[in-house]
């Protein structure tokens, strides 16, 4: 009997979970699979944010210092020009010192030893270069395109390029979007400035997010013979 008695106290003071502990363990549950839930949803943000910005920064910057070098190498003596388009952004024209193998030199000056002016095809390109031609930078669009022009200013087939895509044509955005500007006392310079958007095709809550980003660069014309 003792034995049998002693059993039973100890179902006794074994219970089990009551409601309210069941209840409490599940909303602390709740709270801390939410709280997981947004800072991974904040993390994601964080990453996509970052990946669009990299992702710009990296397509201005190696496509800007193409244009900037290429640029560079004009002179500001009747070789260049720049005009607004009818959204303000500039079209900048110029040449560039030319390698015409044809005419038995080999070099950028001729037989009188004066430099020849022109443009190449490509601005990887330094070889056969097109004597009297013209390279022109102008926005189209959302893309930024780079061509080559003959001396009457008509556009050569086969040679425009994307130099850039994603160019930003907000209306609410202030300026243009592509500009080439002279600093006042400073005809040998050039200050280049273009500013892009990217957006994130997922968003966040439903709204889709865009990424702006402006970035400029000065370029000096190395080049001053006429």
């Known amino acids: 009997m003792e034995n049998k008695t ?5 179902r006794k003071g074994s219970r089990g979970f009551t409601l309210v502990e069941v209840m409490l363990s599940i909303t602390i549950l709740s709270i801390l699979f939410f709280s997981l839930y947004l800072l991974l949803a904040m993390a994601n943000v964080i990453f996509r944010t970052n990946t669009a910005y990299y992702r710009l920064n990296d397509d201005l910057m190696q496509s800007l210092r193409y244009v900037a070098r290429e640029l560079g190498q004009t002179s ?3 070789h260049f020009v720049a005009v607004p388009d009818a ?3 500039s079209v900048i024209r ?7 193998s044809a005419d038995g030199t080999g070099g950028v000056m001729n037989a009188q030893q004066r430099v020849q002016w022109g443009a190449y095809d490509s601005e990887w390109d330094d070889r056969n270069g097109r004597l009297g031609a013209w390279i022109e930078y102008s926005v189209n669009g959302a893309q930024l395109i780079r061509r080559v022009l003959d001396a009457d200013l008509n556009a050569i087939v086969g040679t425009e390029r994307v130099v850039l895509n ?3 044509r907000d209306p ?9 500007t002279t600093p006042v006392g400073q005809p040998d ?3 280049l400035a273009i500013r892009l958007q990217s957006r994130d095709p997922v968003g966040q809550g439903g709204q889709m997010r865009n990424f702006p980003m402006t970035y400029t660069i000065r370029t000096f ?6």
Not at 6 to 10: A, F, Q, S, V
Not at 221 to 226: D, I, K, P, V
């Open 87 to 89: 959204d303000g952004n």
């Open 6 to 10: 002693e059993r039973n106290e100890g």
């Open 172 to 180: 609410e955005s202030a300026g243009p979007s592509f500009s080439v």
């Open 94 to 100: 110029f040449q560039i010192p030319v390698d015409v």
């Open 189 to 191: 310079i050039r200050d």
């Open 221 to 226: 014309l190395r080049n001053r013979a006429a």
């Open 166 to 168: 994603c160019i930003d």
């Open 76 to 78: 500001g003596a009747g």
